[in-house]
Structure formats: C-alpha cells, structure tokens
C-alpha cells in the first residue's frame, strides 16, 4: 500500500449510529460515508503504539480505491460509541444533544453479558474468537458474503472466514455460522487484494458454529 501524507483531518470520523467511517475521496474533496465491508486492505504501520495507526484502503462510492490512515481508538472503539463528540439532532427539539453516555452503557453492558461485537472462527485453534477490526487484515467479496482474512489476537495465525456483510459492518451481529478455510494461513501470505481473490475462488469451505463461549 502507498500511505497518503498529510491532507486535511475529518473532525469526526465515525458515526455510530450508522456504523459508517467518514473517509477523504480525493477525486470528489468530501468525505465519503464507508461501511467496514468496503474496506479492502489493513496493515498496521510501524512506530505509533498510543494509538497504534493503520493504513486502510478501501472501496470509494467514487469507483476507485483510496487508501487512508486510521488510528486504533476510531478503528476499533468508535462504531460502538466509545469516543467523545457522538451527538445527534434531536428532531423534536432541533437541537444537537450527546449521545456518547447512552451509546457507551448499552456497549459496556453487552461486553459484561459476554457478548463481543466482532468474532470469527479460528481454523488453527479450532474455535471462536473474539475480535477488533483492527485484527481483519484483507475483506473482499466473495461467494455469497465477505472473504475475511483475520489476525488471531490469541495464536497469531491468519485465517480467513466467509461471513455476511452484516457481520463486518454492523457490532454485535454475529452470524450464527460461517465459512472456514480448512488452511493455516501465514501473516504475510495474503499481501494484495489480489491474491485474496483468487485464494477466495479455488477455496472450499467448512461451515462452522459461531457461538462464544459465556
């Protein structure tokens, strides 16, 4: 990936209510309402750790692919509400009110119950996990949902599930089951969006449970 330099900042750049990123279109100079499932490639970039920042390139409505950075607190904690700023106009009284309080307790009250907003399957370990999206490395179409190549937090191994598009872009979905490569894959074996594609064509599938355990 070639990482964008400079450029303007977006105040805020991810709505929860919608559970969408607002991501710079250079062709078009706005900002672009983007789901997680158009998001194509995450590498997490060398130096930063507080917050970790990661190069996402991603799938414009323009029609071409952009490349952005992101920092871990909005990647991972903001499409659930856990950031500052989240406001909504009340359509009632036309005022902008704060929707941070509310959004964060029923988030923080879903995570105590033991439900994760993000999982997949881990073929090398054999079960669920519960993920961040800054574990996701490569989402592609593929089949009938998303070829999702994810980092395990747990053994460190890569393993790409098919899911719904739903299961990416919406916290706390979780498809019932999904597909799983029967392949360990390595970190680095799945470098261009590319070679995802083609790895996602000639792949069987093995449909695994998606049930954390509680």
């Known amino acids: 990936m070639r990482y964008p330099s400079g450029g303007p900042r977006i105040e805020q750049v991810v709505d929860a209510l919608t559970s969408t990123y607002a991501l710079p279109c250079p062709q078009s100079g706005a900002a672009t309402p983007t789901r997680l499932s158009s998001f194509r490639m995450l590498e997490r970039l060398p130096g930063a750790s507080h917050p970790a920042v990661y190069a996402v390139r991603f799938a414009c409505r323009c029609g071409d692919e952009h490349v ?118 390595e970190h680095d074996a799945l470098r261009t969006i590319e070679q995802f594609r083609a790895e996602l064509s000639s792949a069987a599938f093995d449909q695994k449970r998606l049930e954390l355990e509680r």
């Open 68 to 185: 952005t950075l992101l920092p871990h607190d909005e990647l991972d904690w903001a499409p659930l509400g856990l950031g500052e700023g989240v406001v909504f106009v009340n359509l009632i009284t036309g005022r902008t009110e704060p929707l941070a309080d509310e959004l964060a307790d029923r988030a923080l009250r879903r995570l105590e119950a033991g439900d994760w907003p993000w999982s997949f399957f881990c073929y090398l370990e054999e079960r669920p996990r519960p993920v961040t999206p800054s574990a996701f490395s490569v989402i592609a179409p593929g089949g009938d949902g998303l070829g999702v190549a994810v980092h395990c937090p747990s053994c460190s191994s890569t393993s790409v599930n098919l899911v719904s598009r739903e299961h990416v872009d919406f916290p706390f979905w979780n498809d019932e089951s999904v597909g799983v490569v029967p392949h360990v894959f």
